[in-house]
């Protein structure tokens, strides 16, 4: 089983339609929110992230955390697609990357009313519909090779 977390990238390279032809697949943008509980006892987690750092972090913000969960405490096997993008110098370079490209755009898909809707940047708005909700920073996984990061030479996702 499989178990998808909201992911541009994983829409734009059509996995799960590939993945559900052999699979049973749990993702809520096809699933609807039943799914959401699903995914997280799934075998695997296939999800991509906002911003990786060349030192090796991966970072996201989740506007309800069921991602972020799932990477952090879920499935045994993490799969973590990302587009090139996505990939910056560090810590620093991935956070302003978050909040002034991916979750503006991600905002926008979700007609979302909020500060980097309107701005195209963060503006640490308080608004109910923010998805700046939860910041996770993945440092190093404490179960061996549970996450695995495939970086994709192509640009992807937001």
């Not at 089983?1 to 541009?8: E, P, T």
């Not at 992230?49 to 499935?75: F, H, S």
């Not at 939860?134 to 030479?153: A, E, G, N, T, Y």
């Amino acid at each position: 089983s499989v178990g998808i977390g909201g992911s541009i990238t994983v829409q734009q390279m059509g996995l799960h339609d590939r993945l559900a032809s052999h699979n049973t697949v749990y993702w809520h943008w096809t699933d609807g929110a039943e799914a959401l509980p699903k995914a997280m006892t799934a075998q695997v987690y296939l999800t991509s992230v906002n911003g990786l750092a060349e030192t090796g972090e991966i970072l996201n913000i989740d506007g309800n955390g069921n991602r972020v969960a799932a990477m952090l405490y879920g499935p045994s096997n993490v799969v973590v697609v990302v587009g090139a993008n996505k990939i910056v110098k560090d810590e620093e370079e991935a956070w302003w990357r978050i909040q002034n490209i991916a979750t503006p755009a991600n905002a926008r898909r979700l007609s979302r009313k909020s500060g980097c809707v309107d701005l195209g940047k963060c503006v640490n708005c308080q608004l109910e519909q923010r998805l700046c909700r939860d910041f996770v920073k993945i440092h190093s996984c404490m179960v061996p090779k549970r996450i695995k990061v495939f970086i994709l030479p192509e640009s992807l996702g937001y």
